[in-house]
T-cell receptor, first 116, second 115 residues
Framework: DAGVIQSPRHEVTEMGQEVTLRCKPI?????LFWYRQTMMRGLELLIY????????DSGMPEDRFSAKMPNASFSTLKIQPSEPRDSAVYFC??????????????FGAGTRLSVL | AQKVTQAQTEISVVEKEDVTLDCVYE???????LFWYKQPPSGELVFLIR??????QNEISGRYSWNFQKSTSSFNFTITASQVVDSAVYFC????????????FGTGTSLTVIP
């Protein structure tokens, strides 16, 4: 089975440009998570969805960040306008939460974003 | 307050040595789950193990073993006879039953195995 698929793997953009990161979760999973990883702050949860509904977006840095999950097989994280301090690796993860206890989160390969 | 503490930022060992990575967690929930993930230099995060709070039995998987002790709120990870391929950053994480599906990750321990 395919794992979590993220695109693009690398993104280089200029300050002020809009950036859209994409994620396809594992088929059948009902929770999706967006994380950001930097040397300074480590791994931070930005937002997560259950059954396509955003549950907790308290980790979203500011209004420049937005995330959507229009259906069970696709999610986007958008940064508009982008700033150099947004440079980081962004991970998407998915899990199946049900009667079997807390689901294991499976991570995509990440998108390395560089904002110049 | 940090829910998961990995006090060891960096560890270096010589190949074939044993190494233990520490993880201390904090929760008031009676039902919770603990995880370990590995992040090799290639960057992806790889799931290693999940433990629930009702199962304190230690687990062994090949050269990897985990010691879960509720009395000290610790979930330590030992690699026996370390190999160069074990070089990675290792993250411990906590998920609480009352807090929804989110994970609280520690800051990670960077392990370097020297040949």
């Amino acid at each position: 089975d395919a794992g979590v698929i993220q695109s693009p793997r690398h993104e280089v953009t200029e300050m002020g440009q809009e950036v859209t990161l994409r994620c396809k979760p594992i088929s059948g999973h009902n929770s999706l998570f967006w994380y950001r990883q930097t040397m300074m702050r480590g791994l931070e949860l930005l937002i997560y969805f259950n059954n396509n509904v955003p549950i907790d977006d308290s980790g979203m840095p500011e209004d420049r960040f937005s995330a959507k999950m229009p259906n069970a097989s696709f999610s986007t994280l958008k940064i508009q306008p982008s700033e150099p301090r947004d440079s980081a690796v962004y991970f998407c993860a998915s899990s199946l939460v049900g009667t079997g206890g807390r689901g294991i989160q499976y991570f995509g390969a990440g998108t390395r974003l560089s904002v110049l | 307050a940090q829910k998961v503490t990995q006090a060891q930022t960096e560890i270096s060992v010589v190949e074939k040595e044993d190494v233990t990575l520490d993880c201390v967690y904090e929760t008031r929930d009676t039902t919770y789950y603990l995880f370990w993930y590995k992040q090799p230099p290639s960057g992806e995060l790889v799931f290693l193990i999940r433990r629930n709070s009702f199962d304190e039995q230690n687990e062994i998987s090949g050269r990897y073993s985990w010691n879960f002790q509720k009395s000290t709120s610790s979930f330590n990870f030992t690699i026996t006879a370390s190999q160069v391929v074990d070089s990675a950053v290792y993250f411990c994480a906590l998920s609480e039953e009352i807090a929804g599906n989110q994970f609280y990750f520690g800051t990670g321990t960077s392990l370097t195995v020297i040949p």
